[in-house]
């Protein structure tokens, strides 16, 4: 499994479900576009189609999801969109460029979590504060209050290494979401880039969550960290064979680089998607690449994710609107192939 995120955020491709492999085989002999005609308007059979997305992926058929939406591409009342994103040519872009078009680097690839970190400094404060309340309510001696101290650290060390972090960020992002609403919102505008720029690049998402509580509650799993999950059968095929192509990297590098440019377009620098970076650094590394081969693919994928951003950001505002209250995935579609612009693409 390939994981790209920072807490809470992160965008993550999972295994395929043996199902779905057998159910794409079936769909395909019934073309999903007269599977889903229940009715003359186009409007109708899209929906229908996008409701039949949103079973087979909470089936955990991915494959026959997947199926569905490139078998009504084109078709009349389809998808339009899908894996129809115009994109920049592909080279060695300089910085002078990525300035000539108003993107400063510096703002964008070091993101810093102000408020998670603000919120983790109080707690550490607080904690300090009401030990030493504690101590001196309770008369304690010295060698109690270290073995408390002990306590803790065994605690922090648990978390660190069976979960993760899973119970810091849980505890962090929890707050973070109830106390700021800046945080909240830059949260859910964050995961719409990643759905947005996948759905476009081809990419299909197969569900979020917003909140590490959320995700706790859906994948009863502390080591889950909250964000997008995308269909990736077929990254994992090209990575079975040793032979990631040049059209899957630049999906990949522009899906992780998303969150990041939404929150840069929308604020002026980023907070969240360290783990994005990181990790997609750690990718490039992997194959190889040498450092000017892999400033080349991370500048392409900037500008290219930041154009395409600016292009369709009133499909982006609608979307994060949807995930903000809780759409399906197929709902979610539907809300992007209804406010994008056909002159755009």
Known sequence: MMRLGRPPCCYCFT??????????????LVPPARAANTSSEPAARL??????????????NDEAALSLVRGSLGADGGLRFFGAARQVPQRLYTLDELKLNRIDTSAFLSPVDLTLGSIERNLQIAAVLGGLS??????????????????????????LVYFGGGVRNLILDTIGHNLSQKYHNRVIQHEAGHFLIAYLLGVLPKGYTITS???????GSL???????????EFLQEVSTGKLSAMMLNKLSC?????????????????????DIGQLDGLLKGLGFTQKKADSQVRWAVLNTVL???????????????????????????????????EDI
């Not at 509580?213 to 994948?219: A, E, F, M, P």
């Not at 080591?223 to 059968?233: E, I, K, L, M, R």
Request: aromatic share 8%.
């Open 134 to 159: 504690v101590s001196a309510a309770f008369e304690l001696s010295q060698l109690q209050v270290l073995f408390l101290f002990l306590g803790l650290l065994s605690l922090w060390s648990v978390d």
């Open 255 to 275: 899906i992780a680089l998303a969150g990041v440019a939404t929150e840069y377009l929308l604020y002026g620098y980023a907070e969240g998607g360290l783990a």
């Open 47 to 60: 929906r229908a189609v996008l409701e039949q997305v949103d079973e087979e992926l909470r089936k955990g």
């Open 223 to 233: 080591n889950v960290q909250a964000g997008t999950a995308f269909v990736d059968f």
């Open 308 to 342: 395409t951003l600016r292009r369709h950001e009133k499909a982006r505002s609608q979307l994060a609107e949807a995930m903000s209250s809780g759409k399906s995935v197929g709902s979610c579609i539907g809300v992007i192939e209804e406010n994008i612009n056909t």
């Open 213 to 219: 509580l959320d995700t706790l509650i859906k994948k």
């Open 15 to 28: 295994e395929p479900h043996p199902a779905g492999v057998a159910a794409a085989a079936r769909l395909r």
